[in-house]
T-cell receptor
């Protein structure tokens, strides 16, 4: 089976940097997605890592280590609008139903 | 560009009543389509996925069914709703397996 673990809640200050960790266990791993989900809204795609290393997109960066089964999402220069849940999702190599989601990390940004 | 629509946005239904939620995708052809449910405080649970017209795969035994009558239309149904069917229902699409899934706006269902 597949399993994904991420912290349930985090709090950070506006303007700061926060790192949201995600660990996964699965066979046939293909890559890792991060989604952002504001309360009451649908998840929106942030990043997809297939290879080891850090990928940067503006204020958001995502890191993957396949050997350690570990990923993190790094948010810089936090803004109040970054308060949301961040979902980690593993992708499998085969099958159309190939994403398995964690329960999400609810991030609260405080002034 | 591609867009995905879901309706209704919100629905309140009595226990035992039927359900029909609709999802349509524009701007792409032959997408993979997915139905997820997100219960309060829980992660996304995949309910059904479809790789083509009339092709439906179920991930979990449940009170719900899905159909794909047209290439870009995906319908979630129930004959008799249960209290436990309450939740946030999300439709998603991807061009191929292994690629990014994009979500619709969701339907919030409350069964009373």
């Amino acid at each position: 089976g597949q399993n994904i673990d991420q912290p349930t809640e985090m709090t950070a200050t506006e303007g700061a940097i926060v790192q949201i960790n995600c660990t996964y266990q699965t066979s046939g791993f293909n890559g890792l997605f991060w989604y952002q989900q504001h309360a009451g809204e649908a998840p929106t795609f942030l990043s997809y890592n297939v290879l080891d290393g850090l990928e940067e997109k503006g204020r958001f960066s995502s890191f993957l280590s396949r050997s350690k089964g570990y990923s993190y999402l790094l948010l810089k220069e936090l803004q109040m609008k970054d308060s949301a849940s961040y979902l980690c999702a593993g992708a499998l190599q085969t099958g159309a139903n190939n994403l398995f989601f964690g329960t999400g990390t609810r991030l609260t940004v405080i002034p | 560009s591609q867009t995905i629509h879901q309706w209704p946005a919100t629905l309140v239904q009595p226990v035992g009543s039927p359900l029909s939620l609709e999802c349509t995708v524009e701007g792409t052809s032959n997408p993979n389509l997915y139905w997820y449910r997100q219960a309060a405080g829980r992660g996304l649970q995949l309910l059904f996925y479809s790789v083509g017209i009339g092709q439906i795969s179920s991930e979990v035994p449940q009170n719900l069914s899905a159909s794909r009558p047209q290439d870009r239309q995906f319908i979630l149904s129930s004959k008799k709703l249960l209290l436990s069917d309450s939740g946030f229902y999300l439709c998603a699409w991807s061009q191929r397996a292994g690629e990014t899934q994009y979500f619709g706006p969701g339907t919030r269902l409350l069964v009373l």
